[in-house]
């Protein structure tokens, strides 16, 4: 195993042939409107003020065996919103200025006749948002983009990434948030002194672990999402689209918006005892640690998963005697 730590500004990230893909096991694009609105402001402001070098948070990286690329597996609310900012300014330097051009190589990976590459996004998201993403955020149609009617729009990862742009997109073209001259000096200040720590390792294992310990500290996310990216990592590459939707119908099954609570039972059920420490440790240490030193994420989602998710189903459905 390999791991490597390295801060980059925005214009490292995005340059060379690397290409970041969401694998299609990751949760959804859950960022709304006011987490976007605060990153552009974070943003305005420290330019604003010249507060020096911004630091922008961390995204963790597996490397693929073979190639540049790498998977997205901590970060990509940050870095999907991100692209779609730099998409929004490409739109207001407008078609032909160098600004212009200089954002697209960021947000497409040029074709490569020597590498045997096709033209491509720099961030490649999840496949249900991909083609919405792809045609008016990567290729450049953000005015088709606002006449799009949002209510027709689905899934809701799609949704939320076209009303973050249009949002963002109020706010940037507010000439007295941001006037047209100032558009290149706000890019330059985002992409050479705005930086993340880029966390890289060839593992699924040990890059599932650092999502964990990164993601327990706040809790961003709930105990549930920890819980998926740790069995889908015990999952086949090739089986994990499916064990993801199989994962994600089995908890929209629960009718639930505490998910945390069916796994508080499971683990009462699983050990015969209430947990005595934080739902999160207890689960992973007890119940998946030891599952998974004899078993397959697979079996976890088919024998324990889905089966108890039923169960719980039934049960709180059920009518009172």
């Known amino acids: 195993m390999t791991l490597t730590t390295t801060q980059k500004s925005i214009d490292a ?9 969401i694998p299609d096991f990751q949760r959804p694009y859950v960022w709304e409107e006011p987490q976007a609105i605060a990153l552009v402001n974070d943003l305005l402001g420290a330019w604003r003020t010249n507060d020096g070098d911004y630091f922008l948070g ?9 190639g540049d690329d790498v998977d997205i597996i901590d970060g990509q609310q940050r870095m999907t919103t991100l692209c779609i900012l730099l998409a929004l300014l490409r739109h207001l330097a407008g078609v032909g200025s160098g600004l212009h051009g200089d954002l697209s190589k960021r947000l497409s990976i040029a074709e490569s006749t020597f590498k ?9 998201v999840r496949e249900c948002d991909r083609e919405f993403f792809d045609t008016f955020i990567v290729d450049d149609n953000i005015d088709s983009l606002l006449d799009v009617d949002a209510s027709a729009l689905t899934p809701a990862s799609v949704r939320r990434i076209n009303d ?50 990164l993601n327990t500290r706040g809790v961003p996310l709930a105990a549930t999402d920890i819980f998926k990216a740790n069995v889908l990592a015990h999952v086949a590459p090739e089986r994990r689209p499916r064990y993801a939707v199989m994962w994600e119908d089995a908890i929209n099954s629960l009718a639930t918006d505490n998910p945390d609570a069916f796994f508080g039972h499971l683990l009462t059920l699983m050990l015969r005892s209430p947990a005595k420490r934080a739902l999160i440790d207890c689960f992973s240490e007890q ?20 089966p108890n998710a039923r169960a719980y189903e039934l049960a709180t459905l059920a009518p009172l005697a």
């Open 13 to 21: 990230l995005l340059t060379g042939d690397r290409q970041y893909q």
């Open 58 to 66: 961390s995204v963790v990286l597996v490397q693929h065996p073979s």
């Open 116 to 124: 045997g590459l096709d033209e491509r996004p720099r961030l490649l």
């Open 164 to 213: 973050n742009a249009r949002t963002m997109l109020d706010v940037l073209s507010d000439p007295d948030v941001l006037a047209p001259d100032e558009v290149q000096s706000f890019v330059q200040y985002l992409m050479l002194q705005v930086s993340l720590i880029e966390v890289t390792t060839d593992s699924y294992q040990a890059a599932h672990r650092i999502f964990s310990v």
């Open 287 to 306: 119940v998946l640690t030891p599952f998974f030193a004899a078993k397959s994420g697979e079996q976890f989602i088919d024998e324990v998963l889905v």
